[in-house]
């Protein structure tokens, strides 16, 4: 299903599809989940995830844990890419997972939040969500497991 919304990094999907049509990719598509582009390239499934900068000497971001797996669930045709423009022109850099690792680090884990304003009432929790809402189970786990995370050494 493709991605509908009007966001700034649009612009830079819709490139990078293009820059992928003119490689040999035979179709290239923006998608949502679990990465933002799948492509095919002689019948073999390609899923690119990018990540689009306005800066000019490096980029700043995040990948989530969605796009992480499907990373791993198929590295040889999984790239990070970074895109931005340079003297007028796109540039797309392109990772394996292996390598945008080298890149990546885990901060702590963030917790979001909705809170009503001005007097409005809260509404419930939708059971047909597929948040995971805090609670003091959770929020312990999450603190046993970046506890775990930071006890890790790469071996």
């Given at each position: 299903m493709e991605e509908t919304v009007d966001r700034d990094d649009r612009?830079?999907?819709?490139a990078f599809c293009a820059?992928?049509?003119s490689s040999g990719f035979e179709r290239a598509d923006v998608v949502?989940?679990?990465?933002?582009?799948?492509?095919?390239?002689q019948g073999v499934r390609w899923r690119f995830e990018v990540k689009y900068t306005k800066k000019s000497t490096s980029c700043f971001g995040a990948a989530t844990l969605t796009e992480w797996v499907a990373a791993a669930d198929d590295p040889d045709h999984f790239r990070f890419v970074v895109a931005?423009?340079?003297n007028e022109k796109w540039r797309f850099d392109c990772y394996t997972p292996e390598h945008f690792m080298e890149f990546s680090y885990?901060?702590?884990f963030k917790v979001y939040f909705t809170v009503p304003l001005n007097e409005n009432a809260a509404r419930p929790r939708s059971s047909k969500t597929k948040r995971i809402?805090?609670?003091?189970k959770r929020l312990q786990a999450l603190t046993e497991q970046f506890q775990t995370l930071r006890k890790l050494e790469e071996t």
């Open positions: 612009p830079a999907k819709d820059h992928l049509l949502g989940s679990p990465a933002d582009i799948l492509a095919f390239k931005y423009r340079s885990v901060p702590p809402y805090m609670t003091k």
